[in-house]
């Protein structure tokens, strides 16, 4: 797998810098597999997980429920996930709603009727049980909502701040995030869409960026367990996808022009352009959705290996090193938030000014 | 939940509140603070609009008052120069009429002197009439009694009326 060739990459070249002679590569990896598992660690933040966990205390660990909802075969069936009792193995069966219920690898499989108990195959995938369509308020669905509530605090205070003023001068946190909104206006969507049409894509440009940032800070904070909203690819999907259907319903004559018959170029350029450009209409919200899940992701993984190696060695002389690692990468991964919400809404808004640009010779 | 395969729950979830807050965002939050932006730079616009109109006014006002004051500048000069005008032609008046004055008098006085030399001369001419009467007459007494000396009497008589 592309991610442990990672890992041990990362890790190998963190030997050369420390020189760590007395370490062989073998080693680590075994110790790796009995105890200290860092792969399944790392993913295990990276990805949504259903219930909110805080600590391991007492090798129990310490959770916040939260709701379960599956559309099964009996309907709308709902309980907590604490029902599981941090069961990840799927060996604790909740029974609801006439209905058997396991959690295996953060995944939800209803038992097939008459069955007790689940039945894997080699490859540790259940044979059964079916998956239920899940609707569940996840760690991420959760940690969107609190940075919701957070952005609607902020920016309705805001508002509210410019009807108090008379004179429209901005006060208190208007005058942060004034310059913020500013900047959405004046440097992306003014140039990308032009002067006169870009009003009417500035709530969908301006609510992106705050949504995006906002979103990858949250996953910064420590507390909150790597809640990875912008790093998971169903939240980068989505947006994206907003992106496309706005592109695709806003484009005009010339847009689709260029698109199946490229003005200005010879008949067989263009039969030769269509198809490359039919494809870019599909890359293009494809690169959106990638670029955001694997900078904020990758990101995630960097730090959680540089702490892991505290544990891969099991001592506690490395963690200078693994702090300062993390720290730098950490004060980057800072910069990252608010640089992968500015690509995301600046192209956005750039494909809206090219499906939305006229005609000019 | 696989790290690439987007599960559908979260899609679903993200969907709903993406589009929430679109919406709430957009009324409450973007439409007010873009106004007041866009009011405050409206504002802005026009205040340097009216200020630049108000400098054009002053440069007006200014060249007007620099015209007004070449004017009356002028104005003056020429006040002045025909006050010296004046000045010099009264000057000018007083001095030809003081002249003619003086050459009347002048006149006047050359006439009474003229007057008074023959007055002068008419009593001149009775007195030496007198004279020569008078001398006539002791002449005719001395020539009763000396000839000589009657004739002597008469040339000195008469030297001392030249001498006259």
């Given amino acids: ?361 | 939940m696989d790290l690439v395969t987007p599960g559908f729950g979260l899609v679903f979830w993200t969907i709903i509140t993406f589009i929430f807050l679109v919406v709430i965002l957009k009324k409450f939050a973007w439409k007010p603070i873009l106004g007041a932006v866009s009011d405050r730079e409206e504002g802005i616009k026009e205040a340097l609009a009216s200020a630049e109109k108000a400098r054009l006014e002053m440069q007006n006002l200014n060249a007007d008052n620099e015209r007004i004051l070449k004017e009356a500048r002028a104005e003056r000069e020429a006040l002045l120069k025909e006050a010296r005008d004046i000045k010099s032609k009264l000057i000018e008046d007083a001095k030809g009429e003081a002249q003619v004055q003086a050459n009347k008098m002048i006149e006047q006085a050359q006439l009474a002197i003229e007057s008074e030399k023959k007055s002068a001369m008419a009593e001149l001419k009775n007195h030496v009439a007198g004279l020569s009467l008078d001398i006539a007459e002791k002449v005719v007494r001395q020539e009763l009694s000396n000839k000589g000396k009657q004739l002597e009497l008469v040339e000195s008589m008469l030297d001392e009326a030249k001498l006259n």
């Fill in chain 1, 1 to 361: 797998m592309t991610l442990n060739t990672f890992k041990n990459a990362l890790f190998s070249a963190l030997f050369l810098v420390i020189s760590f002679a007395g370490y062989a590569t073998e080693d680590t990896e075994n110790k790796d597999d009995k105890e200290f598992n860092a792969k399944e660690m790392i993913l295990h933040h990276v990805k949504d997980a259903y219930g909110f966990e805080i600590i391991e205390w007492n090798n129990e660990p310490v959770s916040i429920p939260l709701p379960v909802i599956l559309w099964a075969d009996n309907g709308l069936t709902t309980f907590m996930s604490s029902a599981f009792h941090h069961d990840d193995s799927g060996n604790t069966i909740v029974e609801k709603n006439g209905g058997k219920f396991v959690k295996l690898h953060e995944k939800i499989y209803q038992l097939n009727k008459g069955e007790t108990a689940i039945v894997l195959d080699q490859e540790h995938h259940p044979t059964n049980a079916t998956k239920p369509l899940n609707f569940s308020i996840t760690r991420n669905v959760f940690m969107m909502w609190v940075s919701v509530a957070l952005i609607l605090l902020i920016f309705l205070t805001t508002a509210k701040s410019y009807k108090k003023s008379k004179d429209g001068v901005p006060k208190g946190i208007a005058g942060f995030i004034e310059p913020l909104v500013l900047f959405v206006r004046d440097e992306i969507a003014r140039p990308m869409i032009g002067e006169h049409k870009y009003k009417k894509y500035m709530p969908y440009l301006l609510t992106v960026f705050f949504f995006i940032w906002i979103n990858n800070i949250f996953g910064l904070i420590p507390i909150f367990n790597g809640a990875n909203v912008s790093g998971n690819i169903a939240f980068t999907m989505t947006l994206a996808l907003v992106t496309f259907i706005i592109t695709t319903v806003k484009g005009n004559k010339n847009y689709w022009k260029h698109i199946f018959w490229m003005p200005g170029v010879p008949v067989p350029m263009k039969l030769f352009l269509a198809p490359i450009e039919i494809i870019g209409m599909f890359v293009k919200p494809l690169s959106l959705m990638i670029r955001l899940f694997a900078n904020i992701t990758a990101g995630h993984i960097i730090i959680l290996a540089l702490m892991s190696l505290i544990f891969i060695f099991e001592t506690v002389w490395i963690s200078p090193v693994s702090i300062l690692f993390s720290l730098f990468i950490l004060i980057i991964e800072i910069i990252v938030t608010a640089i992968q919400a500015y690509i995301f809404t600046v192209l956005s808004a750039l494909y809206f000014g090219m499906a939305t640009e006229e005609a000019h010779h």
